[in-house]
């Protein structure tokens, strides 16, 4: 069976974090996921892969992890995430807190989707160069993972480089928070397979493919799949897609291809436009669960 989620830039101006979990859990939906954005550089060099002028959302979210735990506070089953949390932008150690506290706190419930991040003005006011963003995200992801699961934590490489440390609290998922890799180049499968627990894409619909380039889901998952099994990992990799519109004919396709969590995208604004639109998705999710 098909999990469904939601997706929204949670902002200063939209519905409140806690308000729609609420709503999203008593409609059955099984995660809620935030973007992430620090700050968007007003000189706007980078840009956006949308293809279009780069919506207002971007530059007013709030940080994700706050933003979560409101929402996990005032719910007891959805599951809330990251989708995504700008690794490239973000200290190791202190993510590895933040995410583990989160973690902790939710009683297991979240799920941190990452990605490297496509705003090279951004990412450098963190001290991120750009060509470096992927080989930065790799040790920061391996550095985390010895933070959850060690109770003396090391870890040695280029980017990141600390002797033992202690911190706690600890995830209460074994291993850590489900990592699912918010990216779909060439280099995305073995990635995954290395250091993610899953693949997380983002839906394209005829707009977006012919901005971005169109992402061939069917081959993505074979090639996650593939890179898996060569890595010797145990188990299976989930598969995620995110951004979906209130169209059967899209769910359909996605829920043929086999993703187990479809997530529809709902739009940066207030509770009065955004709660009827829960509703409407969750009588749409319920025809392919019934």
């Known amino acids: 069976m098909t999990d ?18 609420q709503e999203a859990e008593k409609f059955g939906f099984e995660s809620l996921f935030f973007p992430e954005h620090t700050h968007i550089p007003a000189s706007r060099k980078s840009p956006w ?16 992890f706050v933003s979560l735990m409101a929402a996990a506070a005032v719910t007891n089953e959805i599951k809330v995430g990251t989708g995504i949390t700008l690794i ?9 807190k933040q995410a583990a506290t989160l973690d902790f706190l939710s009683n297991g419930r979240f799920l941190m989707g990452v990605g490297a991040g496509w705003n090279a003005e951004e990412m450098e006011n963190h001290g991120t ?38 911190s706690h609290p600890k995830p209460k998922q074994a291993g ?24 997380f894409p983002i839906y394209q619909d005829q707009d977006r493919a012919a901005a971005s380039g ?37 769910v359909e396709r996605m829920v043929e ?22 509703e409407n998705y969750a009588a749409l999710a319920h025809k392919f669960n019934a």
């Open 4 to 21: 469904f989620g939601l997706l929204i830039f949670a902002t200063d101006y939209s519905v409140a974090p806690g308000t729609l979990a």
């Open 49 to 64: 892969p949308g293809g279009r002028e780069l919506p207002q959302e971007y530059w007013h979210t709030h940080d994700p």
């Open 88 to 96: 490239t932008e973000r200290d190791p150690i202190l993510m590895a």
């Open 129 to 166: 160069p750009f060509a470096d963003r992927w080989k930065i995200l790799r040790e920061r992801i391996l550095a985390m993972k010895e933070i959850w699961t060690e109770e003396e934590a090391e870890y040695h490489g280029k980017y990141v480089d600390f002797d033992k440390v202690w």
């Open 176 to 199: 850590g928070p489900p990592i699912l890799m918010g990216a779909s180049s060439k280099y995305t499968y073995k990635r995954i397979a290395e250091y993610c627990d899953g693949w």
């Open 214 to 250: 169109a992402v061939d889901y069917a081959e993505g998952m074979r090639l996650t799949r593939e890179a898996w099994q060569e890595a010797g990992r145990e188990g299976e990799p989930s598969f995620s897609v995110f951004g979906v519109g209130p169209d059967p004919q899209a």
């Open 257 to 278: 291809l086999g993703f187990d969590r479809v997530i529809f995208g709902l739009p940066s604004a207030d509770a009065d436009t955004v709660l009827p639109m829960v």
